[in-house]
Nanobody, 122 residues
Framework: VQLQASGGGLVQAGGSLRLSCAASGPPFISLGMGWFRQVPGKERESVSA????????NYADSVKGRCTISRDNAKSTVYLQIYSLKPEDTAVYYC????????????????WGQGTQVTVSS
C-alpha cells in the first residue's frame, strides 16, 4: 500500500485546512485509516481514525469538535478537515492504514504516508 498525503500549508489561527491521503494498492475498503501528527522531540500522536466503511470515527480530545475525518472508498482517499486551527496544531501530519479495524495507536498501523506540514501562525 502506498499512501500520499497532501493539503498541508501555512494558515492563520482560526483558519481551516483539509488534508487528503490517497491510497494505492490493496482494496482501500479493507483498510482502517488514521491521521497522526508529530512535532520535533515528541512522539507521534493520534489525531483521528475512521473505520473501513466510514461509520466509526475517533478523535483526540485536542481536536474534538473542530475536526472531521471522512473517506471516499470509491476514490481510495481519506480526508481530515480541521477547523479553528490553533498554533498548537502545528505539526507534520501523517496518514496511516492498517488491514482491519481502525486504531489510535501508531504501532498498530502497517502503512504510512510521507507526511505533510501544517503550520498555524498566531
Amino acid at each position: 500500500v502506498q499512501l500520499q498525503a497532501s493539503g498541508g500549508g501555512l494558515v492563520q489561527a482560526g483558519g481551516s485546512l483539509r488534508l487528503s491521503c490517497a491510497a494505492s494498492g490493496p482494496p482501500f475498503i479493507s483498510l482502517g485509516m488514521g491521521w497522526f501528527r508529530q512535532v520535533p522531540g515528541k512522539e507521534r500522536e493520534s489525531v483521528s481514525a475512521v473505520s473501513r466503511n466510514g461509520a466509526g470515527t475517533n478523535y483526540a480530545d485536542s481536536v474534538k469538535g473542530r475536526c472531521t475525518i471522512s473517506r471516499d472508498n470509491a476514490k481510495s482517499t481519506v480526508y481530515l478537515q480541521i477547523y479553528s486551527l490553533k498554533p498548537e496544531d502545528t505539526a507534520v501530519y501523517y496518514c496511516a492504514g492498517r488491514q482491519g479495524s481502525r486504531a489510535t495507536i501508531a504501532s498498530e498501523y502497517d502503512y504510512w504516508g510521507q507526511g505533510t506540514q501544517v503550520t498555524v501562525s498566531s
